[in-house]
Every structure is written in structure tokens, then in C-alpha cells.
């Protein structure tokens, strides 16, 4: 069954510390993303990674981080610089960055502030 | 720079009567956009995309959307709608040398029965 794995669903963070959220895909795509998602702002690239070893920032990068050592996976890194980050994080992948090439998304991770 | 754009946050549409969301768009050279659907609590479906060649695209579960160049374009349609229609779509556009997708705000669909 191919397709794209995030975790945990639920996630909560305490003042001061770091989470990551995981996200794996088994499509043997290139290229990996990260979104969030905040109710009525539609979706905001974080970062997005083209090859393993290689990422650039989107366009809310402050207060995020992330690595991409394996193709198939694509991990965030929510840091404590991060003030406001109660929001659904979604991973997507797609063959290329070029072109038309579809991105196909992951179920989401909800980020909540205790 | 490219943006697009979804005016309508809510459509209301009773259950089998054609439905539309809408899309404009904005991009240097030609576009490929896509439409993407979401339910509660779940990542996003993609339900079509245009790329090149005919402006009428059809997609996954009846949906269909018509490439306007001159109107720039790209409105979601169903002849007929389903109460499991009800979802957030989000229309999504890149342009050619891009390397980011840029999406709409989202537009909240209810098919009522």
C-alpha cells in the first residue's frame, strides 16, 4: 500500500521544548514538503527538500527545522523559537519539483500548546 | 510572483444541483493548477490538475474543471452534487519556473439534502 505516513496525529508541546514530527513516504519520490495549515489561510510552504541531503526554506522557515538524510523520509523539527505553533502540519512528496509534477499529501499532524 | 485566489469562503448547493467553486489566478507565462480537496482532520486529496493541451478537465469523482486563459481562470465543477461533496477545496498554482506551489485560502462546500 504506497503512500505517505505522518506521526504522530496528536502532538503536544510544553513551553521551551522541541517536537518533530515524522513523515515517511513509500512513492520513491524526489521531492518532500512541508505545510501548515491554520483555519482560513489555506496552506504555507515551511520547507521543501528536492534530494536527500538537500532542503531550502519556504515561506514560513523561522522557528522550524528540518533533515533529509533518506529518501524516504522527510522530518520537522518544531523549536522552541517557534511562538505560535498550534497548527496541522502536512507533509506531501512529488516525483520532481518541476513542471506539473502532483504533490500528494500525508493525513496531517495536529500541534497543540499545553 | 504567483497567487491565486478563491472569493467565495462558504457555497451552499442542494444535493443533485451542479455545483461550482471558484478559482483566479495570477502568473507570469502559463500555469498548471490544480484543485485539491480536503474533509475534517485529514491531508488533502488531489481531485485534477491542468497542465497543458484541452482547457475541460475531468478528475477524480465527477469533478471537472474549465481552463479560462482570458478570464485567468480555473473553476471546480459537478453536474451533480453529493451530500459527501461537503469539504474544503483549495484550488493551487504554479507557475512554470516556480518551484512552490502557491494555494488559495480554501472555499467551505455544503451540499445540503
Known amino acids: 500500500d504506497g503512500g505517505i505516513t505522518q506521526s504522530p496525529k496528536y502532538l503536544f508541546r510544553k513551553e521551551g521544548q522541541n517536537v518533530t514530527l515524522s513523515c515517511e513516504q513509500n512513492?520513491?519520490?524526489?521531492?518532500m514538503y512541508w505545510y501548515r495549515q491554520d483555519p482560513g489561510q489555506g496552506l504555507r510552504l515551511i520547507y521543501y527538500s528536492q534530494i536527500v541531503n538537500d532542503f531550502q526554506k519556504g515561506d514560513i522557515a523561522e522557528g522550524y527545522s528540518v533533515s533529509r538524510e533518506k529518501k524516504e523520509s522527510f522530518p520537522l523539527t518544531v523549536t522552541s523559537a517557534q511562538k505560535n505553533p498550534t497548527a496541522f502540519y502536512l507533509c506531501?512528496?512529488?516525483?520532481?519539483?518541476?513542471?506539473?509534477?502532483?504533490?500528494?499529501f500525508g493525513p496531517g499532524t495536529r500541534l497543540l500548546v499545553l | 510572483a504567483q497567487s491565486v485566489a478563491q472569493p467565495e469562503d462558504q457555497v451552499n448547493v442542494a444535493e443533485g444541483n451542479p455545483l461550482t467553486v471558484k478559482c483566479t489566478y495570477s502568473v507570469s507565462g502559463n500555469p498548471y493548477l490544480f484543485w485539491y480537496v480536503q474533509y475534517p482532520n485529514r491531508g488533502l486529496q488531489f481531485l485534477l490538475k491542468y497542465i497543458t493541451g484541452d482547457n475541460l478537465v475531468k478528475g477524480s469523482y465527477g469533478f471537472e474543471a474549465e481552463f479560462n486563459k482570458s478570464q485567468t481562470s480555473f473553476h471546480l465543477k459537478k453536474p451533480s452534487a453529493l451530500v459527501s461533496d461537503s469539504a474544503l477545496y483549495f484550488c493551487?498554482?504554479?507557475?512554470?519556473?516556480?518551484?512552490?506551489?502557491?494555494f488559495g485560502s480554501g472555499t467551505q462546500l455544503t451540499v445540503l439534502p
Open positions: 493551487a498554482v504554479k507557475q512554470g519556473s516556480a518551484r512552490q506551489l502557491t
Open positions: 506531501a512528496s512529488s516525483a520532481g519539483l518541476a513542471g506539473g509534477e502532483t504533490q500528494y
Open positions: 512513492l520513491n519520490h524526489d521531492a
